[in-house]
């Protein structure tokens, strides 16, 4: 199978491309040549911009499959769809679960829950446009190429690469062992899937040509915040006690942690469908201890977001 992915080397793209590859299937990239530059030397790269709509690399090839990991914008995704035309087979989005609508969305929600209303108004990415500018990207996609277009809406995804270090933090700090101040609820519900199962439920919707729209969360097995820190402490070899400090000691949005009950529904998400499609469940045990093995080769550079030490200490106390 021949397939076209828009913007495959970076985290998710990679992990992407990378079980393509492993799958026998001819992939070819399009990027700016930027970030991941000396990755997959062996294939094909066409070089554009999605911020300039320059895809005049892609006015000659003809694929069976586009996977666009990179359009974040209706105009952006358009203009793919547009450079492309039908000389790309199945469209493959990857999405987001930010497009459900928390407010409206059951407790265990499948992809048929309410989502966000679009948004076409602004091209400014904000935790408040994220959401609706994805939605207006889906109906997009879904418009243009119907039953040849695959919606993929991944939770949050952790394990090596990752450049948010939203999981990152949790193992490298568990690690470390001892007591682990938590601002926030041990037993708020969290979910993340591992970059490569993801990967996985591209490759199997590719291949086996499917329609349809598949939230791409995990594990498989239920977790909480507690759960978590202590998977990612069992994958280092390490013992902790986990100690709730309180929620205002760090900045909003702390790894992970969601601002209040309200948000629970966002990381108790169904991923039946995409199971029964093909996607793996990496124990969540085993993608920490990837993590961990991938943070000490880069050496633990200073961390998006972390609570120091020094501070934790304070804390604790």
């Known amino acids: 199978m021949r397939v076209l992915v828009l913007g495959g080397t970076s985290f998710v793209g990679r992990a992407i ?3 393509l590859v492993a799958n026998k299937h001819e992939v070819t990239l399009f990027s700016r040549g930027k970030t ?13 911009d999605r911020d300039t709509g320059d ?4 006015k000659d090839g003809r694929w069976d499959a586009v996977v666009d990991v990179s359009g974040y914008i209706p105009r952006h995704v358009n203009q793919a769809m547009d450079a492309v035309g039908d000389r790309g087979g199945r469209y493959l989005f990857i999405s987001t679960g930010s497009v459900y609508d928390r407010l409206r969305a059951p407790d265990g929600m499948d992809e048929d829950a309410p989502r966000l209303a679009p948004e076409r108004d ?9 959401g ?10 879904t418009a243009r190429y119907g039953d040849r ?3 993929v809406r991944p939770g949050v995804v952790a394990g090596p690469f990752d450049p948010t270090d939203r999981f990152t933090y949790w193992v490298r700090r568990a690690a470390r062992g001892g007591r682990v101040a938590l601002p926030g609820r041990p037993d708020q519900p969290v979910q993340v899937v591992d970059s490569r199962d993801l990967a996985t439920l591209v490759t199997a919707l590719l291949a086996n040509d499917r329609p349809g729209v598949f939230n791409a969360v995990g594990p498989a097995e239920p977790t909480t915040m507690d759960g978590l820190i202590r998977a990612c402490a069992e994958a280092a070899g390490s013992t902790v006690e986990v100690v709730p400090v309180r ?3 760090v900045p909003p949005g702390f790894p992970l942690l969601l601002p209040d009950g309200s948000w629970d529904v966002m990381f108790r998400r169904s991923a039946q469908r995409a199971h ?3 996607m793996a469940s990496t124990p969540l045990v085993a993608t920490a201890a990837a993590t961990l093995a991938w943070d000490r080769e880069r050496g633990e550079p200073k961390l998006a977001a972390e609570i120091t030490p020094e501070r934790e200490a304070e804390l604790l106390a």
């Open 17 to 19: 491309v990378d079980d």
């Open 55 to 58: 895809y005049e690399s892609l």
């Open 276 to 278: 029964d499609a093909g």
């Open 149 to 151: 277009s695959t919606i």
């Open 132 to 141: 609706p500018l994805k939605v207006s990207c889906e109906d997009d996609v």
């Open 36 to 48: 991941g530059a000396d990755l997959f030397p062996e294939l094909e790269k066409k070089k554009g």
């Open 122 to 130: 602004t091209e400014k990415i904000t935790n408040d446009t994220y």
């Open 247 to 249: 929620a205002d000691a």
